[in-house]
């Protein structure tokens, strides 16, 4: 069975840093990791995405110069390094897993089936 489990979140000051970590376990082939946040009252929005494969990386807007994604093959992890933190980035983070064998979308999280229970980032003084 494939799980996705995130780490990391917490309460921190504006201007902070985070660093969210997603671990992938089970019987699965994954393409590509993607980061994904959902504000209260808000809609799930993308936040940055990572092929296993290759170099591709995305990034939203709004995090662009802030946030950093990277990846350790090996263990199976995917990292968001949250830098530079505001109050707008307050909200629920969850990593969702793109298997091979289907396209994918990191904006939309098309082609994502696989999630985990998230992990909850509040940025506030």
């Known amino acids: 069975q494939v799980q996705l489990v995130e780490s990391g979140g917490g309460l921190v000051q504006p201007g902070g840093s985070l660093r969210l970590s997603c671990v992938v376990s089970?019987?699965?082939?994954?393409?590509?990791v993607g980061w994904f946040r959902q504000a209260p009252g808000k809609e799930r929005a993308d936040v940055s995405c990572?092929?296993?494969?290759?170099?591709?990386?995305h990034y939203a807007d709004s995090v662009k110069g802030r946030f950093t994604i990277s990846r350790d093959n090996a263990e199976n992890t995917v990292f968001l390094q949250m830098d530079n933190l505001e109050p707008e980035d307050t909200a629920g983070y969850s990593c969702a897993a793109a298997p091979f064998g289907a396209s994918y979308s990191c904006s939309s999280g098309y082609g994502m089936p696989y999630w985990g229970k998230g992990t909850r980032v509040i940025v506030s003084s």
């Open positions: 089970g019987f699965l082939d994954v393409r590509a």
């Open positions: 990572i092929s296993l494969v290759d170099a591709f990386t």
